[in-house]
Structure formats: structure tokens, C-alpha cells
């Protein structure tokens, strides 16, 4: 078993920043594959970014150049550093973590994801 914990989130204005965190317990932290997901109210949870056991790091379209998402595995804990925040990222964030690494055409999906946290609420408003 894992247990994740999201950490982070805040309320900032348009062009600011952020660095959520997800603090991980229980399997070897190493070993795992971690992801960003977000939802906002009345959709569907989205892909954010995934930083592999191997190392790379994977972005969805709409934060590539702006989000950096990151690994401590001294600390057991990933970061999502969010640069030029914009009303649209508004949402709940959440991490995920499944053993092992998961082929491309699956990163992307919730379901690949065995271990989720609770979450964190960012909202970018003036």
C-alpha cells in the first residue's frame, strides 16, 4: 500500500506561482511512477504531468513551458512547480502513484493509477 498526501494549494492571482507537493508513504518510494491529475467542478479528472521511476517527465499541452513537475526520492515526496498560473488551472489537484513504468499510451490515463491522495484546491483569481 501507498499512501499519498497533496499539500499546497492556494488561492493567487493570474500570473503567480505555486508548488504543490505530495508526500508519499509506505512502498518503496523509488519504485513507483507519480502523476498530477486536476478536476474542475462539472469535469471530468484531466492529466497534468507524470514523472516517471526512470526519471523523464511527461506534460500535457496546456502547461508544457509553464509547469515542472519533480522528484525527491530521499524525501518520498513530488512537486508540481506551476509558473504563470492562469484562471484555467484552476482545480483540485491530485497525485497518483501505480509500481513500475507504464507504457506512453497509458499515462494519461486515471485508470493506470493505483493510489490516489486526497487532494488540493488551487484557484487563480483576481
Known amino acids: 500500500q501507498v499512501q499519498l498526501l497533496e499539500s499546497g494549494g492556494a488561492l493567487v492571482h493570474p500570473g503567480g506561482f505555486l508548488r504543490p507537493s505530495c508526500l508519499a508513504s509506505?512502498?518503496?518510494?523509488?519504485?513507483?511512477?507519480l502523476a498530477w491529475f486536476r478536476q474542475s467542478p462539472g469535469k471530468e479528472r484531466e492529466f497534468v504531468a507524470c514523472?516517471?521511476?526512470?526519471?523523464?517527465?511527461v506534460y500535457t499541452d496546456s502547461v508544457k513551458g509553464r509547469f515542472i513537475v519533480s522528484r525527491d526520492n530521499d524525501k518520498n515526496t513530488m512537486y508540481l512547480q506551476m509558473h504563470s498560473l492562469k484562471p484555467e488551472d484552476t482545480a483540485v489537484y491530485y497525485c497518483?502513484?501505480?509500481?513500475?513504468?507504464?507504457?506512453?499510451?497509458?499515462?494519461?490515463?486515471?485508470?493506470?493509477?493505483?493510489?490516489w491522495g486526497q487532494g488540493t484546491q488551487v484557484t487563480v483569481s483576481s
Open positions: 509506505g512502498r518503496p518510494f523509488i519504485s513507483y511512477s
Open positions: 497518483s502513484a501505480v509500481a513500475g513504468n507504464p507504457i506512453s499510451m497509458y499515462l494519461r490515463n486515471t485508470a493506470t493509477y493505483d493510489y
Open positions: 514523472r516517471r521511476n526512470g526519471g523523464n517527465a
